[in-house]
């Protein structure tokens, strides 16, 4: 069973040449981001997460929200893998999938066929798994022969479709998902809701941050507030 125990977390990232008093004040006076203390000399500390406290459980379907800065990029990356917490810890049990910059790892002058490759390595997918999921992949795209030219020719809504049909391929016992959902054109877009439904029902932990309430309301059974990097709400 998969599961999310995070202990007194706490994520800081120091900013350094901030010798210009005008420029120190300038960043202690923001309100938006977390918590910004003073350091020596020309360094200054953001405290993105300060003693976070979470137990997630098997079949939560996670809401995080909070303004702009508040912390939910961050918890998703350390929970990622792609940020080290300053203080705390986490123990994770899954596998964990993340749903953050899905053109990450393509290549536009690779063609469609090896970006879906390209990606599913990134992804930590194997090349059996990756070969085994090609068909519904090429399928859900709608590319066509289009998947055997280089990526550049593509059109933006061409790229997204493809990136999204990867990204969406792996199976995972976590998922973390950051703001849209969307990919590709309007007509496309029930096909990624019904993709999407999908996917959440197959993953054991879902945490959506997001600005918006309808895609909270509609997705998550749980909602986690930050602020300044302090847990304020979990209900």
């Known amino acids: 069973m998969a599961h999310i125990s995070i202990e007194n977390l706490t994520v800081e990232f120091a900013i350094f040449g901030a010798s210009s008093r005008s420029l120190k004040n300038q960043i202690l006076s923001q309100a938006t981001g977390g918590r ?37 990029t961050t918890l998703l990356r350390v ?14 049990e899954g596998r964990v999938g993340a749903l953050f910059n899905s053109h990450a790892g393509m290549d536009p002058e690779s063609t469609g066929l090896e970006n879906i490759y390209l990606r599913g390595y990134m992804m930590g997918m194997g090349r059996r798994e990756i070969a085994a999921k ?23 809504g061409m790229f997204a479709r493809l990136a999204f049909a990867v990204s969406t391929a792996a199976h995972n016992d976590i998922l973390l998902i950051d703001e849209g959902l969307g ?53």
């Open 79 to 92: 929970l990622a893998g792609i940020y080290k917490p300053s203080g705390g810890a986490i123990t994770i």
């Open 134 to 156: 090609l068909d519904d992949i090429a399928e859900f795209t709608e590319l066509g022969d289009f998947l055997r030219l280089p990526m550049r020719t593509y059109s933006a």
């Open 183 to 235: 990919a590709g054109d309007a007509a496309f877009q029930k096909k990624v809701r019904q993709r999407i439904e999908n996917l959440f029902d197959r993953t054991s932990i879902v945490i959506l941050a997001s600005h918006s309430e309808a895609l909270i309301s509609e997705f998550c059974s749980r909602r986690v507030q930050l602020e300044h990097g302090v847990l304020k709400n979990a209900a």
């Open 36 to 72: 910004v203390m003073a350091g020596a000399r020309d360094i200054v500390t953001v405290r993105a997460i300060d003693g976070l406290n979470l137990e997630i459980n098997d079949g939560d379907r996670i809401g995080l929200v909070g303004h702009n800065g508040s912390g939910k």
